[in-house]
């Protein structure tokens, strides 16, 4: 982004969503298998409000693993966990539903948010997702 004197604001609002169904134990993001890409970061850089996850059926207890990039959208870092309650979905019981809000989560171009899960119960598919903003 080009040296203003105008403040930046968010320009363009984005819901990025991202399908796991496959589990990753590793914490450190060396064994990138079942690590999802969520968002990369525009070329003026993105704000992100919100991050997380929405099981499509039953859920076992767990953790839900958010990694950021640096720059080079290569060198991962882990970012933030989120605990996952176990829960039996039904016709009367809602699936799991939890995010994370950031009140100043800013990337810079080329930053990538990924994602994991270290449990998924059997088939059952979930929803990653991020609330952005590109400048």
């Given at each position: 982004m080009a040296l203003t004197f105008t403040p930046p604001f968010p320009q363009t609002m984005q819901l990025a969503q991202v399908v796991i169904t496959a589990v990753t134990t590793d914490k450190t993001g060396a064994t990138t298998a079942n690590i999802k890409t969520l968002f990369t970061a525009t070329s003026d850089g993105t704000k992100v409000t919100q991050i997380g996850y929405k099981f499509q059926g039953t859920s076992v207890a767990g953790l839900f693993l958010?990694?950021?990039t640096e720059t080079d959208g290569t060198t991962i870092h882990l970012f933030d966990?989120?605990?996952i309650a176990a829960a039996t979905s039904s016709t009367t019981v809602a699936t799991s539903r939890v995010a994370?809000?950031?009140s100043d989560l800013q990337l810079k171009s080329?930053?990538?948010i990924k994602v994991g899960f270290t449990v998924i119960?059997?088939?059952i598919s979930c929803d990653a997702f991020a609330q952005v903003a590109n400048f």
């Open positions: 958010i990694w950021i966990e989120i605990t994370n809000s950031y080329g930053q990538v119960s059997g088939a």
